[in-house]
């Protein structure tokens, strides 16, 4: 399984992005996906995942700001993120777990700053 993701940048507080993660290979069996984050010398923390029934679970630092969906027809998952904080700073990465194997795609850098 290969996860390609992308969509980061820089925005001023309050602002909006949204990630993608495309997944390549032997994706059958892929049951969870989800987007870790993490700030340099800080643990990787998770932000949200979902599973493939659609159930959806969130930290309590971004819940009521950021949305996970996927399309399966394209591979894809998404993070929306609205109302960007300063404290969102970070590496955001992407995570899939197959038939008990985690793959993680490299990471995209979200910067928000004023």
């Known amino acids: 399984v290969q996860l390609q993701a992308s969509g980061g940048g820089s925005v001023q507080p309050g602002g909006s992005l949204r990630l993608s993660c495309v997944a390549s290979?032997?994706?059958?069996?892929?049951?969870?996906m989800a987007w870790h984050r993490q700030v340099v010398g800080k643990e990787r923390e998770l932000v949200a995942f979902?599973?493939?029934?659609?159930?959806?679970n969130y930290a309590d630092s971004v819940k009521g700001r950021f949305t996970i969906s996927r399309d399966n027809a394209k591979n894809t998952v998404y993070l929306e993120m609205n109302g960007l904080k300063s404290e969102d700073t970070a590496v955001y990465y992407c995570?899939?777990?197959?038939?008990?194997?985690?793959?993680w795609g490299q990471g995209t850098q979200v910067t928000v700053s004023s």
């Open positions: 995570k899939a777990s197959r038939y008990g194997q985690d793959y």
């Open positions: 979902i599973l493939g029934g659609g159930l959806t």
């Open positions: 290979g032997s994706i059958a069996g892929i049951t969870y």
